[in-house]
């Protein structure tokens, strides 16, 4: 059994904090891991194959909203390379500002199965509950890739989910699945 070092884990709260080279990067990672299956398609993507035409706008406005309070990007490095990153995001409404929301959880393909999903999952969970002070997470997760048992080995609990309501491509329907977890 390969034992690989643990992630090097860093978290950005302001956009002047992500350099343009960490930038590409991440539009580099969501671009690979879209195209090669991974359930991060933003609302503003076509569906794969997508470009980096197509992600740069789009991480550009989750960078431009990084702020302390309300919006947390959070990376993964392995040996000075992006492995993997998520957003975690408070809601400003504030019948829901108690909880947060994590998206576009992902790992680069080539660093899949060394943890670093885990790593940043137990890193958002921390980040969450002592800096922002939220007391519960919530995601929305893509039903048929087993990302629901990932989260259940890490706490989070199936809360629900709308059956056929993710349409991958033409017949291929997908459940979405809601999860939570208490901080």
């Not at 039903?143 to 709308?162: A, I, T």
Request: proline share 7%; net charge neutral.
């Amino acid at each position: 059994m390969t034992v690989y070092a643990a992630p090097t884990l860093l978290e950005f709260s302001r956009p002047g904090e992500v350099t343009p080279e960490l930038r590409e990067e991440l539009v580099s990672c969501w671009e690979t891991v879209a195209n090669a299956g991974g359930a991060v398609i933003a609302a503003e993507f076509p569906l794969p194959p997508v470009t980096a035409r197509d992600v740069g706008p789009v991480l550009a406005g989750l960078v431009g909203g990084l702020d302390p309070r309300y919006r947390r990007l959070l990376t993964a490095g392995v040996d000075g390379h992006l492995a993997g990153w998520l957003i975690l995001r408070r809601d400003a409404h504030p019948l829901v500002a108690h909880c947060g929301v994590v998206n576009h959880v992902q790992t680069h393909p080539r660093f899949r199965g060394r943890g670093i999903g885990a790593a940043l999952m137990n890193r958002v969970h921390d980040l969450a509950r002592e800096e922002m002070g939220l007391e519960r997470l919530r995601l929305a997760a893509r039903g048929g890739l087993g990302l629901e048992d990932f989260y259940r080995k890490l706490g989070w609990v199936e809360v629900g989910r709308f059956p056929g309501a993710l349409r991958v491509a033409p017949g291929d329907d997908r459940d979405e699945i809601l999860m939570s977890l208490t901080l």
